[in-house]
């Protein structure tokens, strides 16, 4: 099943069919709000990637290498120890040359425009023995006012005082993307929500991202130059900067690891020629910079492939420095993306020691190694983000191959599922509504909201429409096929459809089609844009999540906080959260259907038409009955740090 699509948009890239997401974010056709995310916005194809004849033909790289190789022997060597600055610190990490003369080609002419105050040298670390200190403590590096800036929509979060009172502990997040930075998914939004929970529940947390060319200059001018070492990598034989740029926002510290030659690009994700080294070099950077701050953590938290090589760093070539002590979490976020490439490239980029490429680890088959799945083998404990979703992926249907993997290392595997931000979204301050509502007054505004995206979107405006959204990446994970299917039978005259995605063409062209075919009752939005987003989860009755598979699943939350009910596919995190409406009782929160077939989608949502229209009395109880529904982070967030305890029993 599903993965016939895997092939499609690999470019170039040559081995394995493995991909990466797919970066929605941005074609910006409709004109309309945008206002708010960055998201990312697309641009040139790009260029950077340093040592272009390491991709895919290494074989001849890395035969070129070999002297190379062993100058970085092993370890430590590797790691960044460097630079001049870091007194005392340093002492442990070694390797890296400080000023490194030559190399510095490597070096981004992007050096931050921003502030790079002469007094760079936060002299302070020293101060920084153990991984307990907070933030406070920590010295030089400065940030400017927090609070004040605003990013897009979320309006002022929660309380900043720690409502739960266990120990103490240091978490280090890395991860590919935080909203509102840059964002492609709900991977974005639970590397936003989530480290914010955390603070509140005393945790010291600290963030590390690519700085991405593409974040919003407002967020590029708030970011405070925080040091800089040169960093070696792999066999390249080269001495790669990094750049670190902080932000402290809210509680949470955002570290962004500055290098244009790999993060120049106007998406994060380009294709896998481009971001196997990327991340390569990402991983190794983030748990070097946590050395050369001199901020060793209880744990890193790593999020994705994208960041699965970390344990794997952790584990070899840094265990003998002051990171090493630090335990590690690898969240799967989505199974589907696991970043494989040719065995001699990823050797290449990492440098890693021979016994990591080993079945148990790295090693995929005879040609590919997998990033994602040593960072399995190598994690201390593995999550993902649902229960159900943690069961699917033990087995083959959902597995991606990596199943028996999964099944070997359970014993260190659960699933704990996401929340949203109540201060992101939240219908009674949401800036981006016609109306705001709470409980107490949705069922007289949500039907002006719903007025108002009909204005706004050119349908016919009458509030006595079944107004169905969809909200998604347009790729195969998301069961638009079925959607396809039957929107047909779903156009009865008393039904509009909105959509709003990027993705795949033939989606996004059977959508348009729909929107020419049916003018006035389809609306098909082709484009990333936050603002209309909320709109929608506003005035939209239901909002369609027929996933083929979903390892949690946002949408269907932030529909449920909007009264908007979920019509979903029982897979995942949706299983896990929407409870199928009883029309015998009245309970339930929204409409589902089990096997993936256009068929019982088709009667999920004429079940959900029948209840609107002939028993609205009932709707309306679910509406209210999913606005109170807990879909906080709180729970979820106190799961996490029971488990960071655990791994840290001191
Ligand atoms: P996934 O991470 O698989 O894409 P999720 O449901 O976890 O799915 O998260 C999707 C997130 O991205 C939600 O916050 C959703 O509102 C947002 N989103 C998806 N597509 C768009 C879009 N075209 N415009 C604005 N927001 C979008
Ligand atoms: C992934 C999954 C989605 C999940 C999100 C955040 O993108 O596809 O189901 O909600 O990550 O964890």
Not at 134 to 148: G, L, R
Not at 388 to 394: G, K, L
Not at 525 to 533: F, K, L, N, V
Not at 578 to 597: L, S
């Amino acid at each position: 099943m599903a993965k016939k699509k895997a092939s499609t948009k690999k470019p170039a890239a040559a081995v394995t069919a493995e991909q990466t997401k797919p970066a929605p974010a941005v074609k910006k056709e409709e004109p309309a709000a945008k206002k708010a995310e960055p998201a990312v916005k697309k641009e040139e194809p790009v260029a950077k990637k340093a040592e272009p004849a390491a991709k895919k033909e290494e074989p001849a790289a890395k035969k070129a290498e070999p002297a190379v190789k062993k100058e970085a022997p092993t370890a430590k060597a590797a790691e960044p120890a460097v630079k001049k600055e870091a007194p005392a610190a340093k002492a442990a990490e070694p390797a890296v040359k400080k000023e490194e003369p030559a190399a510095k080609k490597a070096k981004p002419a992007a050096k931050p425009a921003a502030k790079k105050p002469a007094a760079k040298k936060p002299a302070a670390k020293k101060a920084a023995p153990k991984a307990e200190k907070t933030v406070a403590e920590q010295p030089a590096p400065q940030v400017e006012e927090p609070k004040t800036e605003q990013p897009v929509q979320p309006v002022e979060s929660a309380p900043a005082q720690p409502v739960y009172t266990s120990p103490r502990r240091s978490v280090a997040f890395i991860g590919s993307e935080c909203h509102p930075f840059v964002k492609t998914g709900g991977l974005g939004d639970v590397m936003y929500a989530l480290p914010r929970v955390l603070a509140q529940q005393n945790c010291d947390v600290r963030v590390i991202l690519p700085r991405y060319a593409c974040i919003p200059q407002k967020y590029q001018d708030k970011m405070v130059y925080r040091g800089e070492f040169y960093m070696d990598l792999g066999q390249t034989g080269r001495s790669y900067y990094v750049g670190i740029m902080e932000y402290v926002w809210d509680g949470v510290v955002y570290d962004f690891i500055d290098n244009q030659e790999f993060f120049s690009a106007g998406n994060p994700y380009i294709g896998l020629v481009d971001d196997i080294p990327k991340y390569c070099y990402f991983s190794k950077a983030a748990l070097a910079a946590l050395n050369y701050m001199n901020w060793i953590p209880d744990i890193v938290h790593c999020h994705d492939w994208q960041a699965a090589l970390v344990p794997v760093y952790l584990r070899t070539l840094f265990k003998d420095s002051p990171v090493g002590r630090a335990k590690s979490v690898l969240t799967i976020h989505n199974l589907r993306f696991q970043g494989i490439y040719n065995i001699p490239t990823i050797r290449y980029w990492t440098g890693l020691p021979d016994e990591v490429f080993e079945m148990g680890a790295l090693k995929q088959d005879y040609v590919n190694a997998n990033m994602l799945k040593g960072g399995l083998a190598y994690a201390d404990r593995i999550t993902t983000v649902s229960n159900t979703y943690a069961w699917e992926i033990q087995t083959a249907e959902y597995g991606e191959k990596l199943q028996d993997h999964l099944r070997y290392h359970s014993y260190k595997l659960r699933g704990i599922v996401n929340g949203i931000d109540y201060g992101m979204w939240n219908p009674a301050t949401d800036p981006s509504l016609a109306v705001n509502y709470d409980i107490t007054n949705v069922l007289q505004h949500k039907p002006e909201n719903k007025r108002a995206l009909q204005q706004e979107l050119g349908l016919v405006q009458d509030e006595g429409k079944f107004v169905i959204g969809l909200i998604s990446r347009l790729t195969d994970q998301k069961g638009l096929d079925l959607v396809s299917a039957v929107i047909p039978q779903v156009m009865d005259g008393n039904t509009q459809v909105v959509v709003l995605g990027t993705g795949d063409k033939e989606y996004e062209d059977t959508f348009r089609y729909y929107e020419n075919a049916c003018k006035g009752m389809f609306s098909a939005c082709i484009q990333y844009d936050e603002a209309r987003a909320h709109r929608i989860y506003a005035g939209a009755d239901a909002l369609l999540v027929p996933s083929r598979f979903e390892p949690c699943g946002l949408t269907q939350l932030n529909a449920m906080h909007y009264g908007t009910l979920p019509i979903v596919r029982e897979t995942g995190g949706l299983k896990d959260t929407v409870e199928p409406y009883n029309v015998f009782n009245g309970a339930g929160n929204g409409f589902t259907f089990d096997r993936y077939d256009a068929g019982l989608l088709l009667d999920a949502i004429n079940r959900a038409k029948t209840e609107y229209f002939t028993s609205r009395y009932h709707w309306d109880e679910v509406v209210q009955r999913d606005m109170a529904k807990d879909v906080s982070w709180e729970n979820s967030a106190r799961q996490y740090k029971d488990l960071y305890l655990e791994l840290t029993p001191w």
